[in-house]
């Protein structure tokens, strides 16, 4: 029987919470570093410029309807998706051994390669999947719901404020043979700290030796250094290698469609006589789950992003516009680093602000001094001490500065 006494209250979104925070907050000076999307130097969110043209495009496609889309999703779009993530040349795509589903962003991507494992990966001594710790608070949601245990592994050092890769390497070395391992393709959330190509490789090696199996999330391509492919080189070395992996991929900070839930989701199959028909197996389940989860996916966000990956020219100019996104953060990761160190007077103190990379800088300050700057200085940012590198700008990098300053004093 259903009893609503059954139902306790549940915790609201930390996220959520602080950005309505934010909101009601009447002070002029106040700096939202909460947001998880870019913001231009004016702090307002900024449509892309190829997207907008291929909006005019689209509405003016005299054939354009609301039909469905296939269950799998745009094929024009699963397939350019694919060729941006993996490399055109790659050999997965050429020996036909990927399956590829449009998803309700990387979210949904997330989501259905967690149920995908939840119903077919073996796991006879209850492998776990790992993650890093910290990672993004919706992978412990996502795949919890899917009743796959959890277990972390260690990322960040508190100390260097960078990766603490002996951790990471001894975690996974140890996991049992056969466990799931998360990892985050690039422009790590909430950290900003990714693996060097040589962590990568070594990382892959262990990896392999214990049998796991590599998910790849894969949230911030081209948004993180402006470059596609160097965004892209985690995954694709893990490809080339021959590993059995799939990936999560999100066209939301990227295109900037972050509410049309545009994303795909990707299994590849290692190489073999055999691969093809193992991947048709593995597509004619995964589109079970997806038919029975959302039916088929939405398509506006699919058509534009798929306009833009097939056409030359309009691939060119968003690989101006990721430039220009990808490269306002990383001024303002000069900027704030600058400017502390310049209030402190001690150089390179602060300089994992521009070590780090993405979206997001793990500041090291602790819960009670980001209370304290929001209470002193109106800047709102999570308990942890991530701040969205989005929501600084010329206009308030200063003021930030100032603020972080008089608070680790
Ligand atoms: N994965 C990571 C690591 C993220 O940071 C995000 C967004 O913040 C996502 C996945 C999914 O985002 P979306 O569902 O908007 O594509």
């Not at 002070?27 to 043209?53: H, M, Q, S, T």
């Not at 070395?173 to 990892?183: D, F, V």
């Not at 030359?312 to 990721?322: C, T, V, Y």
């Not at 997001?360 to 701040?387: C, P, W």
Request: proline fraction near 5%; aromatic fraction near 10%.
């Amino acid at each position: 029987v259903f009893s609503s006494d059954n139902v306790p209250q549940a915790p609201e979104d930390p996220l959520f919470g602080l950005m309505a925070a934010y909101r009601k907050d009447t002070f002029e000076k106040k700096v939202d570093l909460g947001i998880g999307a870019y913001r231009d130097d004016n702090a307002k969110p900024w449509v892309l410029p190829v997207v907008k043209k291929a909006e005019g495009i689209l509405q003016k496609d005299p054939n354009l309807n609301h039909e469905y889309l296939p269950i799998a999703g745009l094929a024009e779009f699963t397939s350019a998706a694919q060729k941006l993530m993996l490399g055109a040349e790659s050999p997965a795509i050429k020996e036909k051994r990927v399956a590829s589903f449009q998803t309700i962003s990387g979210t949904g991507a997330v989501h259905l390669g967690g149920l995908f494992l939840s119903k077919f990966y073996l796991r006879p001594n209850d492998q776990p999947i790992y993650f890093s710790s910290p990672t993004w608070a919706n992978h412990n949601q996502i795949f919890s719901n899917v009743n796959l245990p959890i277990k972390t592994y260690p990322y960040f050092s508190p100390q260097t404020k960078g990766l603490d890769y002996d951790g990471m390497r001894a975690a996974v070395e140890s996991a049992p043979e056969g466990s799931i391992i998360l990892l985050h393709a690039c422009a790590h959330n909430p950290t900003g700290v990714d693996l060097t190509h040589a962590q990568w490789a070594d990382i892959a090696k262990v990896i392999r030796a214990k049998s796991h199996f590599p998910f790849f999330d894969c949230a911030y391509q081209g948004f993180a250094s402006g470059d596609l492919e160097h965004d892209a080189w985690a995954v694709r070395y893990f490809v080339e290698q021959g590993f059995e992996l799939c990936i999560a991929q999100s066209f939301a900070k990227n295109f900037g469609l972050y509410g049309e839930r545009a994303g795909a989701f990707h299994f590849v199959t290692g190489p073999g006589p055999d691969a093809q028909n193992t991947i048709g197996r593995i597509a004619s389940q995964l589109a079970i789950l997806q038919r029975s989860e959302i039916s088929n996916p939405p398509a506006y966000g699919a058509r534009i992003a798929s306009l833009v990956l097939n056409d030359r020219e309009l691939f060119q100019e968003w690989e101006e516009n990721l430039r220009t996104m990808s490269g306002r953060i990383i001024d303002m990761r000069k900027a704030l680093r600058g400017k502390l160190e310049e209030l402190n007077g001690k150089e390179g103190s602060w300089k994992h602000i521009t070590e780090q990379i993405g979206m997001f800088s793990f500041t090291g300050l602790s819960e009670k001094q980001v209370l304290k700057i929001r209470e002193d200085a109106h800047i709102y940012m999570t308990k942890n001490g991530r701040i969205s590198m989005a929501g600084a700008n010329t206009g308030n990098v200063e003021y930030i500065a100032q603020a972080m300053d008089k608070v680790v004093r």
